[in-house]
């Protein structure tokens, strides 16, 4: 990875958290349209990019294993991040030490995301014939944390942080995924690991992504509205470029 990639995805979370002061009350609706866009996208790159270059000649079913594991990590670290990868807003969690057990859950989210990231042209290259040079898992990750560094940063207004602890802790949790892709380069040095650690933050990723698709919006069972509908498209239409 190069020094522009790894500030696309400082900069993602800094952009998030830069919203939330210029519109300090929860846009649910806007928020939940950017979300379903992410989550279209992360399936979309999944399904087309990152699932083929897992499997691709894999010698046996490990990394499937791996895609089970990541999927049930996901579920455990929910109950520390209270769901703020979906967008999800609780107000009443920013009390007592609940704020910091919500920011590990999602650093840790964060951290892990960025393991395999280093790999993903390894991967990429293996299944297709002219690969891209466009990373499309670091796109996803880097939309995907922008809601989701919104609401935390909303939490702390709520609380009314002091711009310093603010500003400190957006920067901390906007380390997390190039931490993690900086490490991931440097202990990742073989195709089958970076195969299996990219299926366990897929299986992560299939939660998260699938979670948002199949909410429904509220007070309206089985429908999804037009907007979302098309979030959906359009994020799936992207992945789909330079297959």
Sequence with gaps: MNLLEYGILFVAVILGGGIAILSPRYQKQQVSIILTFAAAYLLGIIATHLLPGVFYEAASGRAGLFLLGGFLIQLLLENLSQ?????????????????????????????????????????????????????HFLAGIAIHHIPAAYVLALLMR???FRASTFWL??????IMTPAGAW??????????????????????????????LFETEQGHYHRV???????????????????
């Design 169 to 174: 802790v957006i920067c901390v949790f906007a």
């Design 83 to 135: 769901g703020i990868e979906h967008g999800h807003f609780h107000k009443e969690k920013t009390h007592s030490n609940q704020f910091y057990t919500i920011l590990l859950g999602l650093c840790l989210h964060a951290f892990m995301e960025g393991l395999p990231l280093s790999g993903y042209d390894l991967l990429h290259s293996h299944h297709h014939a002219h690969p891209s040079d466009f990373n």
């Design 183 to 212: 490490l991931g380069e440097r202990i990742l040095l073989d195709v089958e690991t970076v195969r299996n650690m990219m299926a366990l933050v897929i299986g992560s990723l299939l939660h998260i992504a699938t979670t948002i």
């Design 225 to 243: 509205s037009w907007g979302k509908l098309i979030a959906i498209l359009v994020g799936i239409g992207l992945s789909l470029i330079s297959l």
């Design 158 to 160: 709520t609380q009314q």
